[in-house]
């Protein structure tokens, strides 16, 4: 715990301007990050008396070590500086909304040459109309089934487009009425748009003067005894009514305006957003969030305008918001949010009439999302405590364990040896701390060797980032990365920059290490650790036979009772870990199965392989090809051929495929075995993958 006069700024030193500030703890990550008018005046509440502090400031102000700021123009560039830090650094000191990706949009496809309907999530993309959020995907649906009988627009996906277009008949849909079938050509391109943008214009409130227009037609067709046109316009009107019963008009004014309410107390805070646009609810949306700081409910509804307009332009912005308080001060929100739109915003407070009404609506909305959270959270807190202090008691520790990691190792057959390592924290998975190893030290199957390995190396790592030495090695990767697992990163990449801020990725010390593992496990664990000097890391394994619980230097096994919380969360951690390391091998294992001899060629991209491979048919007749011939393939030069028959003759031919089923060697066209490119040296059979996943591990 540091003492804040220990990295106080000089008096002079704090710039009397606006800016936004960072707090760092003694690793160089950052804790929290602020904003103020006046950077002197804000900085100077934070070192005062800590007996007159808040508890949670003065526990933030006591875990860092160093304080910085920068400098701005105004206060509306300190707003956006603040907001792109937050989420580039996520500090812990910071408020943070639940992300709400997850919600549901009604999105149509401006942006293709068939706009499509369809129910999307994540992040936005550029010339696609989104309508919602929706609390459910079925809701979205049933609004598309009701509205395709008047607007039908294509549904289907990209696939099922170009297949309908080859073959020439149209899906169901087509069939039915509730797709023009522009695949078939039954409407051209631009209706086709047409009929996408009265959807739009339909989904986004301009429903009054569409309804006159059906209700005309009806009028017209029943004049001139069209009785069945008339019937299905009939239809059409009574299909838009029911959908548009679906989102009742709450504002008579046609107003365009997001309604935000916030529910708190002490400990956390819910906010509730209802987007109302032509005057209905159109979707409606919540967070619950931890109060991690001292903070107003202004304070919560700025954070909560950040997490909803942060990435959005635009129309995507309101006319109107309205929010239980205002922000302090309030005309740099404002005008961040014009910005936003590229018009003007207004940014305040119901006071009576139908907006207030909605208001006190949204707020009973917040206070039931609160009650709901904390009714949930507090059996989950309930049983998560417990059984870590079961595995305290139970493994005698001095502190229940906050953080643990647990260790598995996989292989097929002694082939594709892995190791993965997983986070849990507080008793809940950490998924963006898993990791993931490949054994380089021996090849083989010894799961023991590969467990002082894979421990080694991980708190060598520890040991590195704490003595701050930048000595890293490859083989280690998160769950969420793109690149192979052996792929080598870069000493400065900015993710493992010292003054970055952000976290690295093994710069925390789990208080226990549990194995997959009996006995030998745990003591190979518990060797790799004391090796690096490293005693003050709890270690144990969970056998799966009898669920049995280990512990370094014992003979006999610690059994904790089968209703017991703490054995259930290790055999989550277990299992976990288990899943994860699994399901990497089975991804290098596939991997290996689709190399190919021409993979070895130095210089031989994808489009060269394939043009050889449809050129000879398969690596077989291609390595009984002459130079000559490997030379008539477009793009082929004389030594890039030269190097391609050089590669092909060092290589191994494949292994006939057999047939498990009759024992028979299978023939290709030419009589001779039949041999698979994709997986030389590995015998090609219907059955292999099922007989073989018995046998990993």
Known sequence: MADPSSYRPRPGEIPDSPGVYRFRDEHRRVIYVGKAKSLRQRLANYFQDLANLHPRTRTMVTTAASVEWTVVSTEVEALQLEYSWIKEYDPRFNVKYRDDKSYPYLAVTMNEQFPRVQVMRGHKKKGVRYFGPYGHAWAIRDTVDLLLRVFPVRTCSAGVFKNAARTGRPCLLGYIGKCSAPCVERVSAEEHRELAEEFCDFMAGRTGTYLRRLEKRMAEAAEEM???????????????????????????????????????????????????????????????????????????????????????????????????????????????????????VSLRIP????????????????????????????????????????????????????????????????????????????????KSEYRRFQIKGFRGQDDVRSMHEVITRRFRRYLAEKERTGEWADG??????????????????PALKDDDGRPKRFAYPPQLVVVDGGQ??????????????????????????????????????????????????????????????????????????????LDDVPGLGETRKQALIKHFGSVKKLRSATIDQICEVPGIGRKTAETIAAALAQAAP??????????????????APETTADAPGEPVSAGAPEERRGQER
């Open 520 to 597: 030998p496990q745990v003591a190979a664990a518990r060797r790799a650790l004391d090796e690096l000097g490293i005693d003050d890391i709890a270690v144990c394994g969970l056998a799966k036979r009898l669920e049995e619980v280990w512990l370094p230097g014992e003979d006999d096994p610690v059994v904790l009772p089968r209703t017991s919380e703490g054995l259930y969360l290790l055999q989550r951690v277990r299992d976990e870990a288990h899943r994860f390391a699994i399901t990497y091998q089975r991804a290098k294992r596939a991997k290996r199965f689709r190399s190919s001899p």
């Open 654 to 671: 494949a292994a006939p495929a057999v047939n498990t089923a009759t024992g028979e060697i299978m023939e290709d066209e030419d009589g």
């Open 476 to 493: 280690e990767e998160p769950e969420h990365a793109q690149q192979p697992a052996d792929a080598r990163q870069p000493v400065d990449v």
């Open 351 to 430: 006071q009576r009439g139908d907006k207030r009404a909605l208001m006190e609506t949204v707020q009973r909305n917040a206070q039931q999302a609160l009650a709901l959270h904390k009714t949930k959270r507090a059996s989950d807190l309930t049983t998560r405590s417990r059984a870590l202090e079961e595995i305290a008691d139970a493994l005698e520790l001095d502190s229940a364990p906050l953080r643990i990691e647990c260790y598995d190792i996989s292989h097929l057959q002694g082939d594709d040896v892995v190791a993965s390592m997983v986070v849990f924290e507080d008793g809940l998975a950490r």
């Open 226 to 344: 069209e009785y069945e046109r008339a019937a299905r316009l009939r239809d059409d009107i009574e299909a838009l009514k029911k959908a548009m019963e679906k989102n009742a008009v709450v504002l008579a004014d046609a107003t365009d305006a997001d309604l935000i309410a916030v529910a708190e107390d002490e400990l956390e805070a819910a906010v509730q957003i209802f987007h109302v646009r032509g005057g209905r609810v159109r979707g409606q949306r919540g967070w619950v969030t931890d109060k991690v700081e001292e903070i107003t409910t202004g304070a919560l509804v700025e954070h909560a305008l950040q997490q909803l307009y942060g990435e959005e332009t635009g129309d995507a912005v309101p006319k109107e918001v309205l929010v239980p308080a205002l922000p302090d001060p309030v005309e740099p929100v404002q005008q961040w949010l014009t910005g936003r739109r590229g018009s003007a």
